[in-house]
Protein backbone atom coordinates (compact mmCIF):
# COMPACT_ATOMS: atom_id res chain seq x y z
CA UNK A 1 0.00 0.00 0.00
CA UNK A 2 1.38 3.35 -0.85
CA UNK A 3 -0.03 6.32 0.98
CA UNK A 4 0.18 9.84 -0.83
CA UNK A 5 -0.94 13.02 0.48
CA UNK A 6 -3.96 14.71 -1.46
CA UNK A 7 -2.96 18.76 -0.90
CA UNK A 8 -0.99 21.50 -2.06
CA UNK A 9 -0.40 22.90 1.59
CA UNK A 10 3.36 23.80 2.06
CA UNK A 11 3.12 23.93 5.78
CA UNK A 12 0.60 20.49 5.55
CA UNK A 13 3.04 19.01 3.40
CA UNK A 14 6.10 19.24 5.19
CA UNK A 15 4.16 18.05 8.46
CA UNK A 16 3.26 14.70 6.73
CA UNK A 17 6.60 13.87 5.08
CA UNK A 18 8.42 14.12 8.27
CA UNK A 19 5.64 11.94 10.19
CA UNK A 20 4.16 9.67 7.71
CA UNK A 21 5.55 6.84 5.66
CA UNK A 22 4.52 9.28 2.01
CA UNK A 23 4.75 8.05 -1.04
CA UNK A 24 4.28 11.19 -2.90
CA UNK A 25 1.60 14.32 -3.27
CA UNK A 26 -1.48 14.69 -5.86
CA UNK A 27 -3.09 17.37 -6.64
CA UNK A 28 -5.50 18.45 -9.01
CA UNK A 29 -6.43 22.28 -10.61
CA UNK A 30 -8.81 22.68 -7.49
CA UNK A 31 -6.11 21.63 -5.06
CA UNK A 32 -3.81 23.95 -6.54
CA UNK A 33 -6.33 27.06 -6.64
CA UNK A 34 -7.01 26.77 -3.11
CA UNK A 35 -3.18 27.83 -2.47
CA UNK A 36 -3.87 31.43 -4.79
CA UNK A 37 -0.49 31.29 -5.35
CA UNK A 38 2.49 31.24 -8.24
CA UNK A 39 1.63 27.94 -9.52
CA UNK A 40 5.40 27.32 -10.87
CA UNK A 41 6.80 28.03 -7.51
CA UNK A 42 4.41 25.93 -5.61
CA UNK A 43 5.18 22.80 -7.66
CA UNK A 44 8.67 23.64 -7.46
CA UNK A 45 8.55 24.06 -3.55
CA UNK A 46 6.51 20.74 -3.37
CA UNK A 47 9.19 18.65 -5.39
CA UNK A 48 12.17 20.26 -3.07
CA UNK A 49 10.08 19.49 -0.02
CA UNK A 50 9.41 15.69 -1.11
CA UNK A 51 12.45 15.40 -2.49
CA UNK A 52 13.26 13.87 -6.10
CA UNK A 53 12.15 10.22 -5.30
CA UNK A 54 9.12 10.66 -3.98
CA UNK A 55 5.79 10.40 -6.51
CA UNK A 56 4.23 13.88 -7.48
CA UNK A 57 1.18 13.85 -9.49
CA UNK A 58 -0.23 17.29 -11.70
CA UNK A 59 -3.14 17.82 -13.34
CA UNK A 60 -2.91 19.06 -16.94
CA UNK A 61 -5.35 21.48 -17.66
CA UNK A 62 -5.67 21.50 -21.25
CA UNK A 63 -8.69 19.52 -22.67
CA UNK A 64 -7.45 18.41 -26.09
CA UNK A 65 -4.25 15.66 -26.00
CA UNK A 66 -2.20 17.72 -28.24
CA UNK A 67 -2.24 20.15 -25.77
CA UNK A 68 -1.86 17.68 -22.72
CA UNK A 69 1.00 16.00 -24.17
CA UNK A 70 2.67 19.11 -24.69
CA UNK A 71 1.87 19.72 -20.77
CA UNK A 72 2.86 17.22 -19.92
CA UNK A 73 6.40 16.96 -21.34
CA UNK A 74 7.12 20.96 -19.87
CA UNK A 75 5.77 19.99 -16.82
CA UNK A 76 8.25 17.01 -16.26
CA UNK A 77 11.12 19.30 -17.68
CA UNK A 78 9.99 21.85 -15.11
CA UNK A 79 9.39 19.73 -11.86
CA UNK A 80 11.46 16.66 -12.68
CA UNK A 81 11.61 13.42 -10.30
CA UNK A 82 9.35 10.69 -10.43
CA UNK A 83 6.39 12.99 -12.02
CA UNK A 84 2.97 11.76 -13.39
CA UNK A 85 0.72 13.48 -15.21
CA UNK A 86 -2.85 13.31 -14.20
CA UNK A 87 -5.65 13.23 -16.95
CA UNK A 88 -9.05 12.90 -16.57
CA UNK A 89 -10.49 10.15 -18.87
CA UNK A 90 -11.62 11.07 -21.62
CA UNK A 91 -11.09 10.00 -25.60
CA UNK A 92 -8.55 13.28 -26.04
CA UNK A 93 -6.98 12.21 -21.90
CA UNK A 94 -6.90 8.69 -23.75
CA UNK A 95 -4.96 9.96 -26.66
CA UNK A 96 -2.46 11.72 -24.48
CA UNK A 97 -1.83 9.05 -22.68
CA UNK A 98 -1.39 6.92 -25.31
CA UNK A 99 1.21 9.67 -26.77
CA UNK A 100 2.70 10.26 -23.72
CA UNK A 101 3.56 6.14 -22.85
CA UNK A 102 5.65 6.27 -26.18
CA UNK A 103 7.51 9.30 -25.00
CA UNK A 104 8.10 7.26 -21.20
CA UNK A 105 5.98 10.22 -19.54
CA UNK A 106 4.05 8.28 -16.50
CA UNK A 107 0.35 8.82 -16.60
CA UNK A 108 -2.15 9.08 -13.81
CA UNK A 109 -5.45 8.69 -15.29
CA UNK A 110 -8.19 10.54 -12.54
CA UNK A 111 -11.68 10.94 -12.38
CA UNK A 112 -12.31 7.53 -12.55
CA UNK A 113 -16.12 7.04 -11.66
CA UNK A 114 -16.72 3.28 -13.37
CA UNK A 115 -14.50 -0.03 -14.11
CA UNK A 116 -14.69 0.43 -17.96
CA UNK A 117 -12.95 3.46 -17.51
CA UNK A 118 -10.31 2.20 -15.76
CA UNK A 119 -9.73 -0.40 -17.75
CA UNK A 120 -9.57 1.35 -20.71
CA UNK A 121 -7.57 3.43 -18.79
CA UNK A 122 -4.78 0.81 -18.34
CA UNK A 123 -5.06 -0.49 -21.47
CA UNK A 124 -3.64 2.93 -23.14
CA UNK A 125 -1.20 2.90 -20.86
CA UNK A 126 -2.43 4.54 -17.42
CA UNK A 127 0.66 3.64 -14.95
CA UNK A 128 -2.16 4.59 -12.41
CA UNK A 129 -6.03 4.88 -11.77
CA UNK A 130 -7.96 7.71 -9.38
CA UNK A 131 -11.40 6.46 -8.85
CA UNK A 132 -13.48 8.53 -6.55
CA UNK A 133 -14.82 6.71 -3.78
CA UNK A 134 -16.65 9.30 -1.86
CA UNK A 135 -18.11 11.33 -4.87
CA UNK A 136 -18.93 7.82 -5.88
CA UNK A 137 -20.75 7.22 -2.35
CA UNK A 138 -22.28 10.77 -2.72
CA UNK A 139 -24.31 9.25 -5.80
CA UNK A 140 -25.42 6.32 -3.63
CA UNK A 141 -23.16 4.53 -5.78
CA UNK A 142 -20.45 2.49 -3.54
CA UNK A 143 -16.61 3.48 -4.15
CA UNK A 144 -15.06 0.49 -2.83
CA UNK A 145 -16.55 -1.98 -4.61
CA UNK A 146 -15.92 -0.38 -7.87
CA UNK A 147 -12.22 -0.07 -6.26
CA UNK A 148 -12.92 -4.17 -5.84
CA UNK A 149 -13.70 -4.64 -9.50
CA UNK A 150 -11.01 -2.67 -11.36
CA UNK A 151 -8.60 -4.68 -8.46
CA UNK A 152 -9.75 -7.67 -10.12
CA UNK A 153 -10.03 -6.87 -13.54
CA UNK A 154 -6.42 -5.75 -13.56
CA UNK A 155 -5.19 -9.22 -11.81
CA UNK A 156 -7.53 -10.66 -14.34
CA UNK A 157 -6.06 -9.30 -17.46
CA UNK A 158 -2.59 -8.98 -15.84
CA UNK A 159 -2.31 -5.78 -16.41
CA UNK A 160 0.52 -3.45 -14.37
CA UNK A 161 -1.68 -0.49 -13.87
CA UNK A 162 -1.91 0.54 -9.83
CA UNK A 163 -5.34 1.99 -8.80
CA UNK A 164 -5.00 5.25 -6.26
CA UNK A 165 -8.07 5.16 -4.74
CA UNK A 166 -9.06 8.82 -4.34
CA UNK A 167 -11.37 10.92 -2.84
CA UNK A 168 -12.12 10.21 0.89
CA UNK A 169 -14.12 11.93 3.24
CA UNK A 170 -13.69 9.27 6.24
CA UNK A 171 -11.23 6.55 7.62
CA UNK A 172 -13.76 3.64 6.82
CA UNK A 173 -13.48 4.23 3.27
CA UNK A 174 -9.88 4.16 3.17
CA UNK A 175 -9.97 0.92 5.15
CA UNK A 176 -12.18 -0.77 3.11
CA UNK A 177 -10.92 0.37 -0.28
CA UNK A 178 -7.16 -0.98 1.42
CA UNK A 179 -8.96 -4.43 2.21
CA UNK A 180 -9.41 -4.71 -0.93
CA UNK A 181 -6.36 -4.61 -2.19
CA UNK A 182 -6.38 -0.68 -3.43
CA UNK A 183 -2.53 -0.38 -4.36
CA UNK A 184 -2.25 2.90 -3.36
CA UNK A 185 -4.64 5.69 -1.84
CA UNK A 186 -4.47 9.49 -1.81
CA UNK A 187 -5.61 11.50 1.28
CA UNK A 188 -5.82 14.80 2.51
CA UNK A 189 -4.08 15.83 5.79
CA UNK A 190 -6.94 15.92 8.20
CA UNK A 191 -7.60 11.90 6.93
CA UNK A 192 -4.14 10.92 7.69
CA UNK A 193 -3.99 12.57 11.40
CA UNK A 194 -7.68 10.14 11.81
CA UNK A 195 -6.02 7.10 10.17
CA UNK A 196 -3.70 6.67 13.29
CA UNK A 197 -5.65 8.40 15.79
CA UNK A 198 -7.61 6.26 18.37
CA UNK A 199 -8.47 7.18 22.09
CA UNK A 200 -7.54 4.03 23.76
CA UNK A 201 -3.81 4.37 21.92
CA UNK A 202 -3.44 7.49 24.13
CA UNK A 203 -5.23 6.06 27.23
CA UNK A 204 -2.88 3.56 26.86
CA UNK A 205 0.04 5.76 26.72
CA UNK A 206 -0.84 7.71 29.79
CA UNK A 207 -1.19 5.02 31.94
CA UNK A 208 2.16 3.59 30.69
CA UNK A 209 3.79 7.53 31.66
CA UNK A 210 1.63 7.21 35.20
CA UNK A 211 2.93 3.52 36.08
CA UNK A 212 6.73 4.46 34.94
CA UNK A 213 6.61 7.66 37.26
CA UNK A 214 4.74 5.88 40.27
CA UNK A 215 7.85 3.68 40.78
CA UNK A 216 11.22 5.84 38.30
CA UNK A 217 10.20 9.57 39.58
CA UNK A 218 10.87 11.87 36.39
CA UNK A 219 13.88 9.45 35.32
CA UNK A 220 14.21 8.26 32.08
CA UNK A 221 15.19 5.35 30.55
CA UNK A 222 18.44 7.05 29.89
CA UNK A 223 18.85 8.51 33.40
CA UNK A 224 18.85 5.26 34.77
CA UNK A 225 21.50 2.80 32.30
CA UNK A 226 23.53 6.12 30.91
C1 LIG B 1 -7.16 13.19 -6.12
O1 LIG B 1 -6.30 12.98 -6.89
C2 LIG B 1 -8.52 13.66 -6.44
O2 LIG B 1 -8.46 14.70 -7.34
C3 LIG B 1 -9.18 14.05 -5.16
O3 LIG B 1 -8.95 13.06 -4.18
C4 LIG B 1 -10.64 14.37 -5.28
O4 LIG B 1 -11.15 14.52 -3.97
P1 LIG B 1 -12.51 15.28 -3.61
O5 LIG B 1 -13.62 14.42 -4.09
O6 LIG B 1 -12.48 15.42 -2.13
O7 LIG B 1 -12.44 16.58 -4.32
Redesign the pocket.
Known sequence: MLYVI?TAHIEEIKKCVEIYPVAGV???P??ISKENTDFGTLIKTIRDIIGPDKML?I?ATSMSAEKIVKEAMELQQFVGGDFYV?IPVSPEGLKATKILKRSGIKV?M??IFTQQQALISALAGADFV?P?I??LDNIVSDGVHVVSEIVEQFKNYDLKTKV?A????NVEQVHKVACVGSHAV???PDIFEKLIYHPLTYYAIDDFEKDWESVYGDKKILDLIG
Open positions: DTTNTIHQKTTAAYNRLASFKTVA
